[in-house]
């Protein structure tokens, strides 16, 4: 089938609370699939069910959806039941990835360094947890998230106990299952990887206390974005090596962007990101652009990529 002719479903938008970040990646990117000649229309979960979706009008189905059911395996679940290709990573990888407890364990299996954690069921009383910290030797600040959001939503940096006992009973409000791990200080260093194949490593220095929802998606945060990251060839290598064991680990299609740490000559593996941004502010297109990879190719090689049983 000439591609030119080829019916995409950009699914965007959703009912997670990173929907207008995701109205934003899939408006770029039905733009970019429009200027490639594909023909072009929209799908938002919020306004339609999944099973919705007339399969005999569409060829492929590009995911532009974050968070809670758009990239925790929920959606591409019903991608593989209406057997429809889709782009970025399958169900199981989606979920593992998304589930903050279920990938750190994978990162402990696969000896990829992460921060020391521990879970706490939004049941348990503070005092206990002043128990666990000691247990687990953590040591202040700490970060306290929930186990499945993205975008830092819901993340918090506590440098002292009163701080992390009103936080988690603002979190214990909204989730059931809270992580409580290891602040890691140093550099911000994120890594794109496409097909198993890392395309670079980029540097974020933030103005505000660390990488949040604000510094990731407003211009008015003023973010520094260094590119390449600033850091020795050697240790750039490394990096870049890493990121594309995770991608492996976790059997992730597509595009993936690792987010790390970098303290004491070792990088902190934070989390695996299966539906990375694709905004104006976002990293992967930023790093592919580096590579001399546009837009519209970085776009038109996740449709190529599309498939099912992923």
Same mark, same amino acid.
Not at 149 to 168: A, M, T
């Given at each position: ?23 934003? =990646? ?21 306004? &339609? ?9 569409? !060829? ?38 998304? !589930?903050?407890? /279920?990938?750190? *364990?994978?990162?402990?299996? #696969?000896?990829?360094? =992460?921060?020391? +954690? ?8 503070? &005092?206990?947890?002043?128990? &666990? ?17 993205? =975008? ?9 106990? &009163?701080?992390?006992?009103? #936080? ?8 059931? !299952? ?28 933030? *103005? ?5 929802? @604000?510094?990731? +998606?407003?211009? =008015? ?20 090596? /890493?990121?594309?064991?995770?991608? @492996? ?14 303290? #004491? ?30 837009? #519209? ?7 190529? !990529? ?5």
């Amino acid at each position: 089938m000439n591609k030119y002719k080829k019916k995409i479903l950009v699914v965007l938008g959703g009912i997670s609370r990173e929907r207008d970040v995701s109205l934003k =990646s899939g408006t770029a990117c039905a733009s970019a699939l429009k200027d490639l000649g594909y023909n072009v229309n929209f799908f938002d979960p919020k306004k &339609k069910q999944f099973n919705t979706i007339n399969k005999r009008n569409v !060829d492929i189905i590009f995911n532009a959806l974050h968070g809670e059911f758009g990239e925790d395996g929920i959606a591409q679940s019903f991608f593989e039941y209406l057997k429809i290709p889709y782009t970025h990573s399958g169900v199981i990888s989606s979920m593992q990835a998304m !589930d903050k407890v /279920i990938s750190k *364990k994978i990162f402990k299996f #696969k000896k990829i360094l =992460s921060p020391r +954690y521990f879970v706490i069921n939004n049941q348990v009383d503070f &005092k206990n947890i002043k128990t &666990k910290i000691k247990i687990n030797k953590l040591r202040l600040p700490i970060v306290i998230k929930p186990t499945n959001e993205g =975008s830092s939503i819901g993340v918090f940096v506590c440098i002292n106990l &009163k701080d992390l006992e009103n #936080k988690f009973k603002n979190l214990r409000k909204k989730y059931k !299952d809270i992580i409580f791990e290891q602040f890691i200080p140093g550099q911000e260093i994120q890594v794109a990887t496409m097909k198993n194949k890392a395309l670079g490593a980029i540097e974020l220095r933030p *103005k505000r206390k660390f990488y949040d929802y @604000k510094a990731k +998606y407003l211009k =008015s945060a003023k973010t520094d974005h260094i590119m390449p990251a600033n850091i020795n060839k050697k240790k750039y290598l490394e990096v870049l090596k /890493i990121a594309e064991k995770t991608h @492996k680990a976790l059997h992730c299609k597509g595009v993936t962007r690792c987010d790390f740490k970098f303290y #004491k000559n070792k990088f902190y593996l934070l989390e695996i990101n299966t539906q990375p941004g694709m905004t104006s502010l976002s990293l992967v297109p930023e790093i592919a652009k580096y590579r001399k990879i546009s837009f #519209k190719k970085l776009i038109n090689d996740l449709v190529l !990529d599309a498939s099912i049983n992923r």
